[in-house]
Antibody
Framework: EVQLVESGGGLVQPGGSLRLSCAASGFTFSSYSMDWVRQAPGKGLEWVSYISSSSEIIHYVDSVKGRFTISRDNAKSSLYLQMNSLRDEDTAVYYCAREIGGGYDKWGQGTLVTVSS | QAVLTQPSSLSASPGASASLTCTLRSGINVGTYTIHWYQQKPGSPPQYLLRYKSDSDKQQGSGVPSRFSGSKDASANAGILLISGLQSEDEADYYC?????????FGGGTRLTVL
């Protein structure tokens, strides 16, 4: 069974940092591109970042460029999101998602990041 | 103007059909893009429904009933998610998505009420 399990969320002050992790199982992680997608409380979905299967291609939404860094460790079947200089507007549930055919066929349950003083 | 625009809400009766639209911004040709659709119920992550580019290039998500289908309306520059034989369990938020300019872009979502 394909599983994606996020961790690392929590309460952080503005300007602080967090590192999210996504542990994958049940499929050949190294064969898939992966993304982070977030959802602010009561709001819609917002794509955050993309990383290709071997990390050669990376993209970010403009609002996180220079602050967030996506990475992966295929040997550990894990995806990461390093988030620095966090802002109130980064408060959201962060989902990792497996990409296939340009869409996301599997999603984790999400991890909540709250940025507040 | 947003890249993808969805009506914020839609109501329909059990057993009826619901047509959810996803309108692309002027200048972005719907015929060029694959549109992906997701369903999200409260407290749960999104679930993949299907992708649609054309009648010859489409794919249903694993386990997704055939009463969920995709199409396009070129005259309206829109993608369409059609749900037939509505059931109470179809009540959810629905999001469309395209890959545009090296980014995934989601529509704002449509809340479907089945009553």
């Amino acid at each position: 069974e394909v599983q994606l399990v996020e961790s690392g969320g929590g309460l952080v002050q503005p300007g602080g940092s967090l590192r999210l992790s996504c542990a994958a199982s049940g499929f050949t992680f190294s064969s898939y591109s992966m993304d982070w997608v977030r959802q602010a409380p009561g709001k819609g979905l917002e794509w955050v970042s993309y990383i290709s299967s071997s990390s050669e291609i990376i993209h970010y939404v403009d609002s996180v460029k220079g602050r967030f860094t996506i990475s992966r460790d295929n040997a550990k079947s894990s995806l990461y999101l390093q988030m620095n200089s966090l802002r109130d507007e980064d408060t959201a549930v962060y989902y990792c998602a497996r990409e296939i055919g340009g869409g996301y066929d599997k999603w984790g349950q999400g991890t909540l990041v709250t940025v507040s003083s | 103007q947003a890249v993808l625009t969805q009506p914020s809400s839609l109501s329909a009766s059990p057993g009826a059909s619901a047509s959810l639209t996803c309108t692309l911004r002027s200048g972005i040709n719907v015929g060029t893009y694959t549109i992906h659709w997701y369903q999200q119920k409260p407290g749960s992550p999104p679930q993949y429904l299907l992708r649609y580019k054309s009648d010859s290039d489409k794919q249903q998500g694993s386990g997704v009933p055939s009463r969920f289908s995709g199409s396009k309306d070129a005259s309206a520059n829109a993608g369409i998610l059609l749900i037939s034989g509505l059931q109470s369990e179809d009540e959810a938020d629905y999001y469309c998505m395209i890959w545009y300019s090296s980014a995934s872009v989601f529509g704002g979502g449509t809340r479907l009420t089945v009553l």
